[in-house]
């Protein structure tokens, strides 16, 4: 992960079951909800990863990557660039392993998520302008100090390290026949791929993105890893690119995954107030992705179907704004940023 050396090989099921085992008492085992107010004719579920301790899945990635280092890479610290979900997973993880923590953020990111990502523990280093230079900055410091960049998707032990919330579908549902996954770098639905595939190639994996600025889906049209310019939207934790060079999940999601949908801005906005309304559940709108596919249709219900509720970081007053019948972004006052 320091950059230097071999690239490690593509995560395996075995490797999901490996990382169960390692990060059992660093992340939660969050609960399946049935949802029959939907009312579909073989059930749907939601999988309520908003109760993970830092409000995401991505803490699953963060400690089985974090696990996997040996002490003396370790003590060198860990660093990551992010402003959002992966960061405090990446510092709430290191605190409670004792590992030295630098998140870097560029100078945009807004003073609430600053807090967060402190609040962790984790150093935070604010430089540059964009995200881009945020980590050309935290390359710089880890060539200086010899420390580990921890990537938010593409690296083979964030890969299975997510795919423990497929292997805990497993164990909750073994009927489970569609699963929809919030989808960005595909760190996520490539990891819950691995696990479900393993067992049975015939579930089906759906990633959901949001209409403005999916890099995944238009890669996947494309056959090749594209740029796409961000957009504003309420799925900030969905936006950014797959990386330059993407080694893993790109081609994970590519062989395994069997469909991507898009849903818009609206229909994340009522899958909020669905998922508040019906659940008392805080969903980001990136986190509120599968559950709007369920509701606007985009994906045919032929047998038992669960939407992972990937994370609820929302601000407080965006979150209201939203449940009083906002949509657009600049209704919300939500950063574009992930
Ligand atoms: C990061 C994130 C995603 C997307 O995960 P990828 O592994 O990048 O596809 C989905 N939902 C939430 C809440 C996230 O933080």
Redesign the pocket.
């Given at each position: 992960m320091s950059g230097s050396g071999v690239a490690p090989p593509a995560p395996t099921a075995r490797d999901v079951w490996r990382a169960r085992v390692r990060i059992r008492d660093l992340i939660r085992r969050t609960p399946l909800l049935s949802a029959p107010e939907l009312a579909a004719p073989h059930g749907v579920w939601i999988k309520d990863e908003t109760r993970q301790l830092t409000g995401?899945?991505?803490i699953r990635g963060a400690a089985n990557a974090l696990r996997s280092l040996s002490p003396e890479v370790r003590a060198r610290g860990v660093v990551a660039v992010s402003t959002?979900?992966?960061g405090r997973a990446v510092g709430e993880v290191a605190r409670q392993l004792g590992v030295p923590a630098a998140v870097f953020v560029s100078r945009r990111v807004p003073a609430d998520k600053l807090a967060a990502l402190r609040a962790t523990g984790a150093e935070v280093v604010v430089g540059g302008e964009s995200q881009d230079e945020a980590e050309d900055i935290a390359r710089e410091h880890v060539r200086q100090h010899g420390s580990t960049l921890l990537p938010?998707?593409d690296h083979p032990d964030v890969i299975a390290g997510?795919g423990t919330l497929g292997a805990e579908l497993l164990d909750d549902l073994p009927e489970v026949h569609t699963v929809l996954v919030?989808?960005?770098?595909?760190?996520?639905?490539a990891g819950v791929a691995l696990a479900l595939k393993a067992i049975d190639p015939q579930i089906r994996v759906i990633g959901v993105s949001m209409e403005a600025g999916a890099a995944m889906h238009a890669s996947l049209r494309a056959g090749r890893v594209i740029e796409m310019p961000e957009a504003d939207t309420l799925a900030d934790?969905?936006q950014g690119g797959l990386g330059r060079d993407n080694r893993y999940t790109f081609r994970a999601v590519r062989e395994l995954v069997d469909d991507a949908v898009l849903v818009s801005e609206d229909e994340l906005a009522e899958a909020m107030r669905h998922a508040f309304t019906h659940h008392r559940m805080i969903l980001?709108g990136?986190?509120a992705a599968g559950l709007a596919a369920v509701l606007a249709g985009r994906v045919p219900l032929e047998g038992p179907t669960v939407a992972i509720a990937?994370?609820g970081n929302v601000a407080a007053g965006a979150f209201a704004r939203i449940l009083a019948g906002g949509t657009r972004p600049d209704d919300t006052g939500v950063e574009p940023t992930r």
């Open positions: 995401a899945f991505k959002g979900n992966h938010p998707f997510q919030p989808l960005s770098g595909g760190g996520l639905i934790s969905l980001e990136g986190g990937s994370g």
